[in-house]
């Protein structure tokens, strides 16, 4: 017999970007936070980490400005975020980090996730 709380998916705080941004007048009617966005599960070569800070780099502009075809999200809405600090949650099997340690990280040329209490990012980009 299997627990409700061990099948139940997490969910966390994250701002959502519900289409691109054309000038900062939109802002306030494409950007929302949320509370019903589940926890990211990490992939193989991936760790989860909690979000202490993220920053706002010419990337993330761009990519919720929509203005790259290459840094343009998978499907909307999307989390934005791509540089953050933060406290390794699940190390996910990678014996370079324990759980507690304190990393910065980027997603690389993913730009999304870490405007969120976590994000999942490579293990290299950590």
């Known amino acids: ?17 519900h289409d691109f941004v054309s000038d900062y007048e939109s802002l306030e009617k494409t950007m929302t936070l949320s509370s019903e966005v589940e926890v990211p599960q990490p992939k193989k070569d991936q760790i989860l980490i909690r ?31 791509m540089d953050v600090c933060g406290v390794v949650e699940n190390p996910n099997g990678h014996t370079g980090f324990q759980k507690g340690d ?15 209490e976590y994000m999942a990012v490579s293990a290299f980009e950590a």
């Open 1 to 17: 017999m299997t627990s409700d709380k061990t099948s139940a998916k997490k969910n966390m705080k994250a701002i959502l970007v």
């Open 51 to 81: 979000t202490m800070a993220c920053s706002i780099s010419p990337g993330d502009i761009i990519m919720v400005q929509g203005n790259l075809i290459f840094l343009h999200p998978e499907k909307f809405p999307f989390v934005p975020g």
């Open 102 to 116: 304190i990393v910065v990280a980027s997603n690389g040329v993913s730009p999304v996730g870490g405007m969120a």
